[in-house]
T-cell receptor, first 112, second 113 residues
Framework: DADVTQTPRNRITKTGKRIMLECSQT?????MYWYRQDPGLGLRLIYY???????NKGEISDGYSVSRQAQAKFSLSLESAIPNQTALYFC???????????FGDGTRLSIL | QKEVEQDPGPLSVPEGAIVSLNCTYS??????FMWYRQYSRKGPELLMY????GNKEDGRFTAQVDKSSKYISLFIRDSQPSDSATYLC?????????????FGQGTTLQVKP
């Protein structure tokens, strides 16, 4: 089983819909991150959380919200999806702050 | 100017070639350097990481950091078709408490049999 699991793997939806992407991990890590990946732009940080009560905005948080339901679960929501949010979304985890981040296999999201 | 620049390629080489992948950066506070490999429809997978200038070797892979030039490289010896993937460099400022990584755009590598 994967250490970092993202669901769904693929999603196609319409403009204006609310969408939730889920991430769960079995690595026992406190730190969890959400990134989006766009061609030519690499990965950019949306939100990050150091524990259940500590959630922080990344560089591109507008239009997104998150929920840390438990140490192992971190969800990303798009309250009203728009086409330029079409991208690959990745969840990552890390142990101590200076340890490497480990990624899930991503959610491919298309907004029509 | 982006903080981290990486030639997107694509880079195509014959099997057995030595591959050099490179990134330049502008923030002299970056002290932690990583290389990730990403296969199609998969998440980035950590290949190597280093904190210091110089070379770090792991099998066919060598990571090189030159802080004075703000330049990092990943060398792949005896490249194999299974090395075909996108390679992402990433780095961060260790004095920052966010854990935020700054990624290059990724270089797509194809190794032809």
């Amino acid at each position: 089983d994967a250490d970092v699991t993202q669901t769904p793997r693929n999603r196609i939806t319409k403009t204006g819909k609310r969408i939730m992407l889920e991430c769960s991990q079995t690595k026992g890590h406190d730190r969890m991150y959400w990134y989006r990946q766009d061609p030519g732009l690499g990965l950019r940080l949306i939100y990050y959380s150091f524990d259940v009560k500590d959630i922080n905005k990344g560089e591109i948080s507008d239009g997104y919200s998150v929920s840390r339901q438990a140490q192992a679960k971190f969800s990303l929501s798009l309250e009203s999806a728009i086409p330029n949010q079409t991208a690959l979304y990745f969840c990552a985890t890390s142990g101590q702050i200076n340890q490497p981040q480990h990624f899930g296999d991503g959610t491919r999201l298309s907004i029509l | 100017q982006k903080e981290v620049e990486q030639d997107p390629g694509p880079l195509s080489v014959p099997e057995g070639a030595i591959v050099s992948l490179n990134c330049t950066y502008s923030n002299s506070a970056f002290q932690y350097f990583m290389w990730y490999r990403q296969y199609s429809r998969k998440g980035p997978e950590l290949l190597m990481y280093t904190y210091s200038s110089g070379n770090k070797e792991d099998g066919r892979f060598t990571a090189q950091v030159d802080k004075s030039s703000k330049y990092i490289s990943l060398f792949i010896r005896d490249s194999q078709p299974s090395d075909s993937a996108t390679y992402l460099c990433a780095m961060r400022d260790l004095s920052s408490n966010t854990g935020k990584l700054i990624f290059g755009q990724g270089t797509t590598l194809q190794v032809k049999p």
